[in-house]
T-cell receptor, first 115, second 114 residues
Framework: AQSVTQPDIHITVSEGASLELRCNYS??????LFWYVQSPGQGLQLLLKYFSGDTLVQGIKGFEAEFKRSQSSFNLRKPSVHWSDAAEYFC?????????????FGRGTSLIVHP | DTEVTQTPKHLVMGMTNKKSLKCEQHMGHRAMYWYKQKAKKPPELMFV???????INESVPSRFSPECPNSSLLNLHLHALQPEDSALYLC?????????????FGPGTRLTVL
């Protein structure tokens, strides 16, 4: 069965510092991987996705993620964090179910940004 | 228009009330979803509609009743809810429901059951 592990519940960084959020997945076939961001009281917004091709994926808001099959990882990175990046981040793996393709989400990582 | 709208933003209801949540998108998407999200938890899938037909029901109690009147609208009818049903209810849509399709989420309805 597919699963997603986000080992860090909270991450605290200073504004301007670099960021890496970890995500490990378990899936039998080639995974379809996503990173979503959720600001307080809001819906989720897709940052980036991977399902084939270049293993380094560029997303919106200056984020990127690298797919490493050997490590079953899809870590999210940003070189310089802004205060507005404080939010909840969810990694997800897409899988087929009942004729549809749906995401299984990790538990989320809460990003705290200090000024 | 790349927006999914949800109404109302907030809803407070008693356990004997009947209410409905509404979701709308005008992106021509043919798949729509309902999720339930408790505080500090990831979204949990409830229902998937594909081409206006219910394709997935994740064993949701019958006090939640989804409806897809047309390809742009998705409703969630609520009846005899319990306090533990209090949560943020998120609607999402995607082009279809294929591998790699991006889901677009609405801002959610914050539901409180007294």
């Amino acid at each position: 069965a597919q699963s997603v592990t986000q080992p860090d519940i909270h991450i605290t960084v200073s504004e301007g510092a670099s960021l890496e959020l970890r995500c490990n997945y378990s899936y039998g076939a080639t995974p379809y991987l996503f990173w979503y961001v959720q600001s307080p009281g809001q819906g989720l917004q897709l940052l980036l996705k991977y399902f084939s091709g270049d293993t380094l994926v560029q997303g919106i808001k200056g984020f990127e993620a690298e797919f490493k099959r050997s490590q079953s990882s899809f870590n999210l990175r940003k070189p310089s964090v802004h205060w507005s990046d404080a939010a909840e981040y969810f990694c997800a793996v897409g899988h087929p179910s009942g004729g549809s393709y749906i995401p299984t989400f990790g538990r989320g990582t809460s990003l705290i940004v200090h000024p | 228009d790349t927006e999914v709208t949800q109404t109302p933003k907030h809803l407070v209801m008693g356990m004997t009330n009947k209410k409905s949540l509404k979701c709308e998108q005008h992106m021509g998407h043919r798949a729509m979803y309902w999720y339930k999200q408790k505080a500090k938890k990831p979204p949990e899938l409830m229902f998937v509609y594909s081409y206006e037909k219910l394709s997935i029901n994740e064993s949701v109690p019958s006090r939640f009743s989804p409806e897809c009147p047309n390809s742009s609208l998705l409703n969630l009818h609520l009846h005899a809810l319990q306090p533990e049903d209090s949560a943020l209810y998120l609607c999402a849509s995607s082009q279809e429901s294929l591998a790699g399709d991006e889901q677009f989420f609405g801002p959610g309805t914050r539901l409180t059951v007294l």
